[in-house]
DNA sequence: GTGATTGTTAGTAA
DNA sequence: ATTACTAACAATCA
């Protein structure tokens, strides 16, 4: 479930559970055709050396030490890294592991297979290298409204244009414009130079909320979409009045109020 | 069986 | 050359 705050979260995890621990082992799980995972001669790197640092950008998270090598981790559309302590089970679906010196291991869960892990010298090269837009709570007001302004696409593809902006995906558009109040399928050029700032002030204060809240969906507040992204259910805007309902925009189904999104 | 899934990308078209 | 759209990827679930 991984857009800008679930991979922040996991950085998060990574920072309390994963740093200076000697590597024992860097290991492949099963069942792992079709995903893309570092070969051995990668793997036999990681030995012996400590993670000392987490960092990431947009969905993408890093592990390492100022004299490298990293681990980059991006988790596609159903991976998940746990950390756990021996002789605790292996999650499912394990497609990677760390073993640290002692009990801790570091598991990379990836049921659906289009996540991947590599082995990187240099993030900040492996960033340029993947065109990576600058990280949506990184980003400066001016190049969001000049990109957003811009852009004959569905607004909210633009969102999740990973090469524009690093971290947003279908969920997490979706309750950006509820926010706002715009139709995700209403082109960015239509809107005001008011309206741009107003979404990209909203874009900030979402993405940060889910930060603070650690992604778990249940402290989100009441009356913001994603804990009520469902067909049908009420508008939970105040004073709305309308039904969620949805349809899709750019290969995604978006989720939105018809009422109150124009 | 049908259609969907919080992501990316190769290929195609404009 | 740049931008926009579609299908495909793999596995699982409703």
């Given at each position: 479930?991984?857009?800008l705050?679930?991979?922040?979260?996991?950085r998060?995890?990574?920072?309390?559970?994963?740093?200076?621990r000697?590597?024992?082992a860097?290991?492949l799980?099963?069942?792992?055709?079709?995903?893309?995972?570092?070969?051995?001669?990668?793997?036999?790197?990681?030995?012996?050396?400590?993670f000392?640092?987490?960092?990431?950008?947009?969905?993408?998270?890093?592990?390492?030490?100022?004299?490298?090598?990293?681990?980059?981790?991006?988790?596609?559309?159903?991976g998940?890294l746990?950390?756990?302590?021996?002789?605790?089970?292996?999650?499912?679906?394990t497609?990677?592991?760390?073993?640290f010196?002692?009990?801790?291991r570091?598991?990379?869960?990836?049921p659906?297979?289009?996540?991947?892990?590599?082995?990187?010298?240099?993030?900040?090269?492996?960033?340029?290298?993947?065109?990576?837009?600058?990280?949506?709570?990184?980003?400066?007001?001016?190049v969001?409204t000049?990109?957003?302004?811009?852009?004959?696409?569905?607004i909210?593809?633009?969102?999740?244009?990973?090469?524009?902006?690093?971290?947003?995906g279908?969920?997490w558009?979706?309750?950006?414009?509820?926010q706002?109040?715009?139709d995700p399928?209403?082109?960015?050029s239509?809107?005001?130079d008011q309206?741009?700032?107003?979404?990209?002030?909203?874009?900030?204060?979402?993405?940060?909320?889910?930060?603070?809240?650690?992604?778990?969906?249940?402290?989100?507040?009441d009356?913001?979409?994603?804990p009520?992204?469902?067909?049908?259910?009420?508008?939970?805007?105040?004073?709305?009045?309308?039904?969620?309902?949805?349809?899709?925009?750019?290969?995604?189904t978006?989720?939105?109020c018809?009422?109150h999104?124009?």
């Amino acid at each position: 479930m991984p857009e800008l705050p679930e991979n922040e979260a996991q950085r998060l995890t990574l920072e309390r559970e994963c740093l200076h621990r000697t590597i024992e082992a860097a290991e492949l799980g099963e069942n792992i055709t079709h995903i893309d995972l570092p070969g051995d001669n990668e793997l036999g790197r990681l030995k012996g050396r400590q993670f000392t640092e987490t960092r990431r950008h947009g969905k993408n998270i890093f592990l390492g030490s100022k004299s490298g090598p990293w681990i980059t981790v991006h988790l596609g559309m159903s991976g998940w890294l746990i950390p756990y302590d021996a002789p605790e089970p292996e999650p499912d679906h394990t497609k990677f592991r760390i073993v640290f010196e002692g009990d801790r291991r570091l598991a990379f869960r990836c049921p659906r297979k289009l996540g991947h892990v590599k082995i990187v010298d240099d993030p900040d090269a492996y960033i340029s290298a993947q065109d990576l837009g600058p990280g949506a709570l990184a980003m400066d007001r001016d190049v969001f409204t000049d990109f957003i302004g811009g852009s004959k696409a569905a607004i909210k593809s633009a969102l999740m244009d990973q090469n524009r902006i690093a971290g947003i995906g279908n969920l997490w558009s979706d309750e950006i414009l509820f926010q706002t109040g715009r139709d995700p399928a209403s082109r960015g050029s239509d809107l005001d130079d008011q309206t741009l700032d107003t979404l990209f002030d909203t874009m900030r204060a979402a993405l940060s909320k889910g930060v603070d809240v650690e992604a778990d969906y249940s402290r989100l507040p009441d009356d913001w979409l994603i804990p009520n992204r469902k067909d049908g259910e009420p508008c939970p805007r105040t004073g709305c009045g309308g039904s969620l309902t949805h349809h899709k925009v750019g290969g995604r189904t978006a989720y939105y109020c018809p009422v109150h999104q124009s």
